[in-house]
């Protein structure tokens, strides 16, 4: 299980740019890491894990396969989107099939490069595009509540659920609030993603910064921290220009680079993890002299359920999972001296998993 993130923005705020950037990176990947092109506004990057490959180190592992994150360049942004204001409509669709959106906001000056209101506020910028998608989700609630009046008169329960939870979304909407503010019960849970509204989505602020502001930030980047942590939203300041020259430099070239910028690392890696850390996912492994992968699972998930993101059967035939933490899969240096330290665990189908858990599963095929 990888995710899809949408890369949202206005036009001229360096989106496409940072999409670029991802996918030369992906392209210049090692042949363990393929990339992969569905469409030209698709790509599949490898998620950076640096254990990873100290695991396939250890066990000798002939490949390593990283868990995959798909960005999606979704069509540039205008005020009256939601009215099919320039690719508006095309751009609703597409922000549908996403787990989370990459907000792209421009938070540098730069008098050759227009923007489309005029002024560089990227608080504006974003409370352009929510406004947009705000305007869109009431459309759309408005009209499918109309839809469902027959079939509640008719009895039938999904409708009534499902009319309940519009409602309650309409209700925020109307009160200039998104939808993903609305508090769910587990029960509804289910019915609630179903609706595919668009304000709910997990939002990402991507702040666009000038390459001098890269490690540090800016004023504009600071107001969107200040906004995202109202929101409970994520942010993360990235430099798309710096982005796409690393991604055309060597992995070692890339490094001394970064160095010289004050950076610790790509911002490219900051947005991945950002991401999961707003998704609220983990990554468990499994190794061996064949293969190291790793495998993205959503925090809270139970041993048979991880189990079924490598394949359907180990879930319906769950038995057990044998178990290392990570720490004790490095300290006795692989699986034997894990086993010898007594840090092997045999779990069973209450387990959950832990982020970084080395698992072999047994199962009933």
């Known amino acids: 299980m990888g995710f899809k993130m949408g890369i949202v ?25 393929p ?22 180190a250890i066990a000798g592992s002939k490949q390593i396969i990283p868990t995959r994150m798909t960005f999606v360049d979704i ?9 099919g204001e320039g690719l508006g409509n095309q751009f609703l669709a597409n922000i549908r099939e996403v787990d989370a959106i990459a907000h792209v906001l421009r938070c540098f000056e730069d008098g050759d490069v227009t923007h489309v209101e005029g002024r560089v506020d990227p608080v504006a ?12 989700d009431m459309e759309s609630i408005e009209k499918r509540l109309q839809n469902l009046s027959r079939k509640i008169r008719g009895g039938e329960k999904e409708a009534v659920q499902q009319d309940r939870l519009l ?12 939808a ?60 798309a220009q710096i ?15 970064l160095s010289e910028m004050g950076l610790d690392e790509a911002g490219l890696d900051r947005l991945i993890r950002a991401g999961y850390d707003l998704l609220r996912l983990e990554t468990y492994f499994t190794v061996g002299p064949k293969e ?20 359907g059967d180990f879930e319906r035939g769950f038995i057990r999972a044998e178990t290392i933490a990570y720490d004790d899969y490095i300290a006795g240096n692989g699986e034997t001296g894990a086993k010898e330290a007594g840090k092997m665990r045999v779990e069973g189908k209450t387990y959950i998993v832990q982020d970084g858990d080395v698992m072999h599963f047994l199962f009933n095929a």
């Open 9 to 33: 923005g206005l036009p001229n705020v360096g989106k496409s740019t940072l999409f670029n950037a991802l996918t030369k990176t992906a392209a210049a990947q090692a042949a363990n890491f």
């Open 35 to 56: 990339f992969c092109t569905i469409e030209p506004n698709v790509g599949d990057v490898a998620v950076p894990d640096p254990r990873l490959d100290k695991l396939a």
């Open 75 to 83: 069509a540039g942004l205008v005020k009256g989107a939601s009215k």
């Open 125 to 136: 910028d974003a409370e352009t595009i929510e406004t947009e998608l705000m305007i869109a």
């Open 167 to 178: 409602r309650a979304a309409l209700a925020a909407l109307e009160n200039g609030q998104p």
């Open 180 to 239: 993903r503010t609305v508090a769910v019960d587990d029960e509804d849970a289910k019915a609630w993603k179903a609706l595919q509204l668009l304000t709910t989505k997990k939002i990402l602020y991507v702040c666009n910064v000038d390459e001098a502001s890269a490690a540090t930030g800016n004023e504009h980047s600071a107001k969107v921290a200040e906004m995202a942590a109202a929101q409970g939203a994520g942010a993360v300041v990235i430099s």
């Open 243 to 257: 982005e796409e020259e690393i991604s055309q430099l060597e992995p070692e070239e890339a490094e001394m680079f």
């Open 292 to 311: 190291a992968r790793a495998w993205t699972i959503r925090k809270g998930t139970a041993a048979p359920q991880a189990a079924g993101v490598i394949h």
